[in-house]
């Protein structure tokens, strides 16, 4: 059982629940919102005010806790993604198989296709439409709708907040048609 | 600005983000091929780990708020309502996330995650993103919401 934790994915089943954990915890801890889109207007507030409104406030008492949260992902994710990397390549149904190899991408290995994400690619104009544009509007989009996957997706949803739903209703949809219809433009070839 | 408020517990926020970061990279949530896989509805994991998560964290949350519960830190525990107002920014914002979502098959917390997993080009991901957001503060005066 330890064995299949440490070396294999984990299955929905376990991953599912312990997000949810984190969330419950986080509240538990003090009562901090499980979200991460903040950070990234706490980055702005701590670096980069300017004269701008939204970037006046306190950001050390309402984000101070936050950046901490995110500087601990980043250390998971060396720890999940490096010293415990899984070591077969991801088993997204064969369906997913068929329909990401219409782009090219038949190498399932790794987080991500190598073929997309690396520094040459960046300096392609479809790579860098791809990673700074897709970027940039991950920054905006998430400020503009007040949060993300986690904030709306988890805590907003699990406290049953209407504008959550919406949020979380739009950017799936959105998602969707950016996945079958614009990533094929963008995708290297 | 400045404050003398001294935050507690940021071992602990920091001990959850470690187990965070853990979670998204063993649970494959930061698979650029999970999330591609669930857009184009080709598998059902991310609905399922979703599914999964809301069903511990909605009696959780709804736990933790019941009169009388306190934090860790001390403060009374309640989740704040988010503002409806017209609903504009929950559909605008929302769709524009998601095209990038879509797009960088990533969002922030996977972001985060995969810069520690050492897929350095995400560094620029995440700078971006946070231009995106400064230019939200820029424009937020004239934009409906």
Same mark, same amino acid.
């Given at each position: ?8 994915p ?6 599912g629940p312990?997000v949810?954990?984190v969330?419950?915890? @986080? @509240?538990a ?7 991460v ?10 670096? *980069? ?13 309402s ?11 980043? $250390?998971?994710?060396?720890?999940? /993604?490096?010293l415990? $990397?899984?070591?077969?390549?991801? $088993?997204i149904? %064969?369906? *997913?198989?068929?329909?990401l190899?219409?782009?090219g ?10 073929e ?6 960046? @300096? ?13 509007l991950?920054?905006?989009?998430t400020?503009? /709708? ?9 805590t /907003?949803?699990?406290? @049953? ?12 949809? *959105? /998602? $969707? ?6 990533? %094929?433009?963008?995708? %290297?070839? | 600005? &400045? ?11 920091? +001990?959850?983000g470690? !187990? ?5 990279t ?6 650029? !091929? ?6 184009? !509805?080709? +598998? ?16 959780? !949350? ?6 009388g ?5 001390g403060?009374p ?7 409806? +107002?017209?609903?504009?920014?929950? #559909? ?8 990038? =979502?879509g797009?960088?098959g ?17 560094v620029?991901?995440?700078?971006a993103? #946070?231009?995106? &957001? =400064? &230019?939200?503060?820029?424009l ?6």
């Open positions: 059982m330890i064995e299949q934790l440490v070396h294999q984990w299955p929905w089943y376990v991953t312990l949810g954990l969330a419950v915890g @986080l @509240l801890i003090g009562n901090r919102e499980f979200g889109s903040s950070n990234l207007r706490h980055l702005c507030a701590a670096f *980069a005010p300017g004269r701008i409104a939204y970037f006046q406030y306190d950001w050390r008492r984000g101070l806790w936050s950046l901490v949260f995110i500087g601990g992902v980043v $250390a998971g994710g060396f720890v999940g /993604g490096v415990l $990397a899984n070591a077969q390549p991801v $088993a149904t %064969p369906a *997913a198989q068929a329909s190899a219409t782009l991408i038949r190498d399932f290995s790794g987080l991500v296709p190598g997309l994400f690396n520094w040459h690619v960046l @300096l392609t104009l479809r790579g860098f439409v791809m990673i700074v544009g897709g970027g940039f991950i920054g905006f989009g400020a503009y /709708g007040g949060g993300c996957t986690s904030g709306h997706g988890i /907003g949803l699990a406290d @049953l907040q209407l504008p959550s739903l919406i949020a979380v209703i739009s950017f799936f949809a *959105a /998602g $969707a048609a950016a996945s079958v219809f614009l990533l %094929p433009l963008l995708v %290297p070839r | 600005m &400045t404050s003398q408020h001294r935050e507690p517990l940021l071992g602990a926020y920091f +001990g959850m470690v !187990f965070f970061g853990i979670v998204l063993k649970g494959e949530l930061v698979s650029w !091929f999970r999330i591609e896989e669930a857009l184009r !509805f080709k +598998g059902p994991y991310l609905y399922l780990v979703f599914g999964s998560a809301l069903a511990v964290a909605a009696p959780g !949350f709804a736990l933790l708020q019941r009169r519960v306190r934090s860790l830190a403060e525990i309640a989740i704040p309502p988010k503002v409806m +107002g017209r609903g504009v920014r929950y #559909v605008a914002g929302g769709a524009l996330f998601g095209l990038g =979502w797009i960088v990533a969002c922030p917390g996977p972001l985060f995650a995969l810069v520690g997993a050492g897929v350095g080009v995400m620029v991901v995440c700078l993103a #946070v231009a995106g &957001t =400064w &230019t939200y503060g820029y937020r005066p004239r934009l409906p919401h």
